[in-house]
């Protein structure tokens, strides 16, 4: 399990920087709604509070598909029934935010002791640990940022599920939004991080260390890459030889680098390998830093993202 995650690290973030009287960019919610509203959708996903489905079956699977099957954040006109303000349960902001804090220690550990558990959501329906942690990333992300502490977060789901269906829409002769890179120079080029990210790959940091927290910290932020940046060791508008004989047998690869990453650190989540710009990185990291970087590639770049919308 992956009790380093996002949901640990960067919400105690975040909470530390919360201000009691800030006021939401839309809604209704003041912050003690909102973390007291993210420990009771907790408490549902580990079965603590049993919710009643809000849609018919097939409408339960249209709302997936829209809202939870994609690497886009949530809406915040999502259609689901309006509960109005709850009451507030605890006296203070802090102690909603320790509760809160609790909580996601509670989902982590119910999910090591019960992998293979699968609890309702009320819009979306049965869900198991990785689609729960999915939907809380959203979640978390949405509430966040309508409370001004923006962080978009690219949930594991991208790397799994939108990459392939991505690939099956690349083509030779896609248009691309800027730069040089051939679609199969792109699919190498994603290839080529990913396997780093798993191995002692002998790189240095070009970075001091002095500024690798705030480097860091790009990796979380709402922050889109800078495009047409010049590919290290090449003169600019100069590519890089393919190592594959076609677009297809590239794609395969990436796909298997995939697989191999999760594989990897399943069996060593505690490893951490150099990224020549940010410096080491651990599971979570990496994966962040391959969903953006993906996201700009494949779905910025070449506009796979687009139309999936």
């Not at 220690?105 to 992998?115: I, K």
């Not at 979306?124 to 689609?131: A, D, V």
């Not at 800078?226 to 100069?238: C, D, K, N």
Request: charged share 20%.
């Amino acid at each position: 399990m992956y009790e380093d995650s996002f949901l640990l690290r960067r919400t105690g973030y975040l909470l530390r920087k919360l201000d009691p009287s800030s006021r939401p960019l839309w809604g209704q919610m003041t912050p003690q709604h909102v973390l007291e509203h993210l420990s009771i959708l907790l408490l549902i996903s580990i079965g603590r509070i049993q919710a009643k489905p809000f849609f018919s079956e097939e409408e339960t699977a249209q709302m997936r598909a829209r809202f939870l099957d994609t690497p886009r954040k949530l809406p915040q006109n999502l259609p689901v029934p309006p509960t109005g303000l709850l009451p507030l349960r605890f006296g203070s902001l802090q102690q909603a935010g320790e509760k809160l804090m609790t909580n996601i220690g509670r989902f982590f550990t119910y999910y090591q002791q019960n992998p293979e558990a699968v609890n309702l959501h009320p819009a979306f329906g049965p869900l198991n640990f990785r689609e729960w942690l999915g939907f809380h990333q959203k979640h978390f992300s949405y509430h966040f940022e309508q409370l001004g502490l923006g962080t978009h977060i690219y949930t594991p789901h991208l790397l799994k599920v939108s990459v392939p269906q991505w690939l099956e829409k690349l083509h030779e002769d896609n248009p691309r939004g800027w730069g040089h890179m051939t679609p199969q120079h792109v699919v190498e080029h994603l290839s080529g991080l990913i396997r780093l990210s798993r191995m002692d790959n002998g790189l240095s940091c070009q970075n001091p260390e002095s500024e690798l927290p705030r480097l860091k910290r790009f990796i979380w932020s709402n922050r889109p890459f800078q495009r047409s940046v010049p590919i290290a060791g090449l003169p600019p508008g100069q590519l890089p030889k393919l190592r594959f004989a076609d677009l297809s047998t590239a794609k395969q690869r990436l796909l298997r680098e995939i697989d191999e990453f999760y594989t990897y650190y399943e069996a060593h989540p505690h490893a951490r390998a150099m990224h020549p710009v940010f410096g080491l990185l651990g599971r979570d990291e990496w994966e962040q830093f391959h969903n953006k970087h993906i996201q700009h590639h494949l779905g910025q770049q070449y506009g796979l993202d687009e139309q999936n919308a």
